[in-house]
């Protein structure tokens, strides 16, 4: 039975990125279709919406989406698209992977570091915020909110995930010694959920310390669980050590729907030209396809991106090749066909 997703190719980079993934889903004979529509400035032109409601129709009714970059436009009031995405659909799990290839100019090999960050809580809250005095705004204050329930529900997506993926080790990262109230809480459910699971080492760590830890040697970290804020830096770092953001895919996923899409954004300076590397939005894609149980088409579409990396065959300049998106596209389209 054929599986419609909400495909939004995006703004900038995103509609080459995207042409390209599609081809090489096709190539995999996924049987899925694709109900194609707008957000970001694209959506804007067309719409005068950002966020039309008919996307967000969309989502809803189909459950997954792969989605492009989008560009938010700076003033005007406009707030992030992706983080009213992420309220709008509940998606408290942001899942980053950072998986070393091969060919790339990174620091270390054979990393392979899940970071689970929890995506709607914490210190993104839009409310809570306030600058006061004279003239200058003084004093600025804004709030961290974690719940019990938000707390629990992103540890367990961390333990869960990581007994299905065959994980050894969560270590939950915070800041309890000093932020004794929100990342105290965190720490305590984490602590609590973590005796459900004897079978997966649980370890902790401040996150400071975390931070020195995962350059001196990553090799200790296997899935990491945090909260937002500590969650966008961590896997930032971590996508750094396997050499930046144009391999780093990344999930917002909950309960009724998810979301898969390249950490990087819509690369205006770059747009156009075809030299945007498609690997990050089909990293994402492959982890859209183990979300909608398609294990095998993920590993082999890995497994082709790995080989294209390794022989830097017509790859982007970005990862020192001289190829274009197209050509990127084309090279793993030809390693999937060799291994149906
Ligand atoms: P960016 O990630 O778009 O670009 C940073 C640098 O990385 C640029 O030099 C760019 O050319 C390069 N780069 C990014 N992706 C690449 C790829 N696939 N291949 C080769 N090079 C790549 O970050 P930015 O310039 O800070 O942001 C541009 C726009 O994207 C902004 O409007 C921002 O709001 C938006 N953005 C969107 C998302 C998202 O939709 N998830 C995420 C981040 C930024």
Known sequence: MSKTIAVIPGDGIGPEIMDA???VLDALDCGLAYDYVDAGVVALEKHGDLLPQHTIDKIAEHKVALKGPLTTPIGGGFTSINVTLRRKFDLYSNVRPAISFPGTKARYENIDIITVRENTEGAYLAEGQTTTGEGDNEVAVSMIRNTRPGMQRICKYAFEMARKKGRKKVTAVHKANIMKTSSGL????????????????FGEMIVDNACMQLVMNP????????TNLFGDILSDLCAGLVGGLGLAPGANIGKDAAIFEAVHGSAPDIAGQKKANPCALLLAAADMLDHLDMVAK????RAAIRDVMEARDRTTPDVGGTGTTDTFGDAIVERIRATA
């Open 186 to 201: 965190f720490l305590t459910v984490a602590r609590e959920v973590a005796k459900d699971y004897p079978d997966i080492e």
């Open 298 to 301: 993920a590993t082999r579409l």
């Open 21 to 23: 993934t599609i081809r």
């Open 219 to 226: 090799y200790q970290f296997d899935v990491i669980v945090t």
